[in-house]
């Protein structure tokens, strides 16, 4: 029988802790991104500005994300901050149109509502995202941007 020298020993035992480890990191972070992906939402925006006397309509995209089952939305004021009318495509494709509540150009951010009412009665509830603690995170900590936009 062959002996494994001491360097090769602990070699193979670190390797085997880090794929462990790295293992176990990628299941943390699949999950996590599991639980946001639900709640993400394509919104489609129509926008109209006055120009020479004509009122011109122009669409766009972007993406938000549920946070509360009442049907509360996040995105950025540059994606709906200016919008006339806002459609919402959720993860199963339903569409429901959404109403802005507040856009903040500083900070880039807005909130929408989507209009729940127009929902089936046996619809299933939304799936929500949920913020993290900010006062865990430290520099260096992993973090995804996840949308939908396209």
């Known amino acids: 029988m062959h002996k494994l ?3 090769f020993q602990l070699l193979l035992v670190t390797l085997f802790s880090c794929h462990w480890l790295i293992g176990e990191a990628n299941f943390k972070i699949n999950d996590r991104v599991n639980s946001v992906y639900r709640a993400i939402v394509r919104i489609e925006v129509v926008s109209e500005r006055g120009s020479n006397g004509r009122m011109l ?10 946070i509360d089952a009442t049907g509360l939305v996040v995105t950025n004021h540059h994606v709906a901050g200016k919008a006339t009318r806002l459609t919402c495509r959720l993860y199963d494709g339903e569409e429901l149109g959404a109403d802005l509540l507040g856009a903040d150009a500083l900070t880039d951010l807005a909130v929408l509502r989507l209009r729940l009412s127009d929902r089936p009665e046996n619809a299933p509830p939304l799936q929500t995202a949920v913020f993290g603690n900010s006062d865990r995170v430290k520099v260096g900590d992993i973090c995804f941007a996840m949308g939908s936009p396209a």
Do not use: N
């Open 5 to 7: 020298s001491p360097f």
């Open 57 to 66: 309509k122009s669409g766009s995209t972007g993406s938000g994300v549920i």
